[in-house]
């Protein structure tokens, strides 16, 4: 019976996406020979988020860079919803999606230091893998070892290998488009060009 692929699922509020989350999720899919495809998850505008711009933009800049990169996906999962949805229920919606695959989250190690407080944290390490992104000095196994339910779970979690480590933020584009600084080699030209031509931020 062939092994089943797994697919990384990368959310996040991509306001604007980066050269950085595009280099990432294609390390991932490089590193992992298992991992077939990223599927990128923009969160809906209903998140409570400062200066979020509205879905169909960040949806658009997504799916212009992930049309021309057959590894990647967007999905409008959580954007067709009502509410914002909790990681579990996104999860699930996209198991549904795509039954013959794995799905493995992907977070960064400050998520990780919170995990167990997330709604149904549990049922999240029990039906999906997580694959961790080690931020700044972190240390994963550092942060699982210093808490009990992580620890309880450790084999859910894989560590990245050989990140690649940014701290360029979508934050700091912002403010750079604000102070009409130019923001080339920050983004993907497409997005880059969907920003000018759409005056956003």
């Not at 306001?15 to 998850?41: C, D, G, M, R, T």
């Not at 711009?53 to 954007?79: A, G, P």
């Not at 450790?154 to 102070?179: D, G, H």
């Amino acid at each position: 019976m062939e092994e089943k692929k797994i697919l990384a699922i990368f959310g996040g509020s991509f306001n604007p996406p980066l050269n950085s989350h595009f280099s990432l999720a294609q390390q991932i899919v490089n590193e992992y020979e298992n991992i077939e495809k990223v599927i990128f998850v923009p969160v809906n505008s209903k998140y409570q988020k400062e200066g979020l711009l509205e879905n169909e933009h960040r949806y658009n800049m997504l799916k212009l860079v992930c049309n021309k990169n057959s590894d990647f996906i967007v999905s409008d999962i959580e954007l067709k919803q009502q509410k914002q949805l909790y990681t579990i229920e996104t999860l699930e919606l996209l198991q549904k999606e795509y039954p013959n695959n794995i799905l493995c989250f992907t977070i960064g190690t400050d998520n990780l230091k919170g995990f167990s407080k997330w709604e149904s944290a549990d049922k999240l390490v029990n039906k999906f893998k997580i694959l961790v992104l080690e931020r700044d000095e972190d240390d994963m196994n550092e942060i699982i070892e210093k808490d009990n339910f992580l620890l309880e779970h450790k084999k859910s979690f894989i560590k990245l290998k050989r990140n690649i480590r940014s701290n360029i933020s979508s934050t700091f584009v912002r403010e750079k488009i604000r102070r009409e600084k130019s923001i080339r080699y920050l983004t993907p030209d497409e997005v880059y060009y969907y920003i000018k031509e759409n005056n956003l931020y």
